[in-house]
């Protein structure tokens, strides 16, 4: 079969989509979400971007470099927390017309939610040691990892509950106030005593927990103390493919930081860090911002023709535009983080690539994700092959090139996964129709 990206029927069947009466009533909606979540995620950034330039500042490599690492591992002991709910919850509440619905879908996660962080908490206190030696940490940072991941798997999970509501003013707001909390109890923290990496860890914790419990007073009236069976098992078999994709995700998006400590020094994941958050986690943020009105809005559709055709169409403009502004905001934020941050040219130039195959990753998967039936399934393995190629290429290239064997590593592995990702939505999709528009 022959692989069109786009065809006259594509060109004709996006210009229905944008032209026709209902669907640009939708895309005006669309719109005025997206502008609600930007005007939350603009000042976000902003706030948090300050929060950040003056804790690495402040503290210096080595200090920042273990804030990343307990960062890091609460991603992986979050994974079993969340087991993948907060996305299926995003997916199904769009589709929910009615309280009862609603209220089934809500508590069905929530229990779910609650019961796996139990169970998980009670296997990190049991096998504290072993795992205190397996990611190299004393046990008192492996406590402090878990309480993160406690925190931001009830934090995520109710925003998460508020965008599958589509109240995206709620949302904005929410953003912002979790913002602005971080840098204002860590600004009363910095006053109050000596830094540390735990200065950066509290005002996330009690922002997290504050915010979290904010959203959760609003949406309360939807929780009931019953499961239904029939709703706990679509929403468990469509987490069950997230969960595969998350736990993907968790691994290439963390394993270089697990690996430069364990090879390398607190300070060198500093830097990485650093680097990282320059251009990194600025496109992230971008597509997170983008995703956060998109993936609930897309899923109610059924033909993705359109949004496929467009993307392609964009990815051109991505690379593009992309890799300069990633270079001019790593001069800038390195410049910020001060002399202790040293800004060297190749590194800049290999993380604005990463930068820039990541958002092209994330938003391709994410857009298959809006298919819950064979799109998810290409998404998931799309991150099986990206998890493999992070670990296997981080473990070569690390130990050769330190900090920019990471990076290269994870050049190699979008770039492999996102062709492969690629070749298998032509080849399952048997018309083409997903990918072509036909």
Request: charged share 10%.
């Amino acid at each position: 079969m022959e692989y069109k990206y786009i065809t006259l029927a594509a060109i004709s069947r996006t210009y229905r989509f944008v032209f026709h009466k209902d669907l640009n009533k939708d895309f005006l909606l669309f719109l005025k979400n997206l502008t609600y979540v930007v005007s939350g995620a603009l000042p976000s950034i902003v706030l948090l971007a300050i929060f950040n330039i003056l804790a690495a500042r402040l503290l210096g490599p080595a200090e920042y470099g273990k804030y990343t690492l307990i960062q890091s591992i609460a991603a992986f002991i979050g994974l079993p927390m969340i087991m993948g709910y907060h996305t299926t919850i995003a997916k199904f509440l769009p589709e929910s017309k009615d309280y009862a619905t609603i209220s089934k879908t809500v508590s069905s996660a929530y229990i779910m939610t609650l019961l796996f962080t139990l169970a998980t908490i009670a296997v990190c206190l049991t096998f504290m040691q072993d795992l205190s030696k397996a990611f190299n940490i004393l046990p008192e940072f492996l406590m402090l990892a878990i309480m993160f991941a406690v925190l931001y798997t009830f934090y995520l999970l109710n925003m998460n509950t508020i965008r599958g509501l589509m109240e995206m003013k709620l949302y904005s707001i929410f953003q912002v106030a979790y913002a602005a909390l971080v840098l204002a109890i860590f600004l009363i923290s910095v006053l109050g005593g000596p830094i540390t990496f735990q200065s950066i860890l509290y005002p996330i914790f009690i922002s997290y927990g504050v915010t979290g419990a904010a959203i959760f007073l609003l949406i309360r009236k939807y929780l009931v103390l019953k499961i239904d069976r029939s709703w706990l098992f679509r929403l468990t078999k469509y987490s069950i493919i997230c969960v595969v994709g998350a736990v993907s995700y968790t691994v290439y998006s963390n394993i270089s930081q697990v690996l430069i400590h364990i090879y390398m020094t607190p300070h060198d994941l500093g830097i990485y860090s650093a680097y990282s958050l320059a251009a990194i986690s600025v496109t992230s943020l971008m597509i997170s911002t983008f995703i956060t009105v998109f993936f609930p809005t897309a899923s109610q559709y059924n033909d993705k023709g359109p949004i496929f055709t467009m993307f392609f169409k964009l990815l051109p403009f991505i690379v593009i535009l992309g890799i300069p502004m990633l270079i001019f905001s790593e001069i800038v934020v390195l410049f910020l983080y001060g002399n202790q941050y040293t800004t060297y040219l190749d590194l800049v130039l290999l993380f604005s690539v990463a930068g820039v195959s990541q958002s092209i990753q994330n938003l391709y998967g994410w857009i298959l994700n809006t298919d819950s039936d064979r799109g998810v399934k290409i998404s998931s393995a799309g991150g099986i092959i990206l998890a493999v190629a992070a670990l296997v290429l981080n473990l070569v290239l690390i130990p050769v090139w330190g900090i920019r064997g990471a990076v290269i590593a994870l050049i190699l592995s979008y770039l492999a996964t996102f062709l492969i990702m690629t070749w298998l939505t032509n080849r399952y999709y048997r018309t083409g129709d997903l990918v072509a528009g036909n």
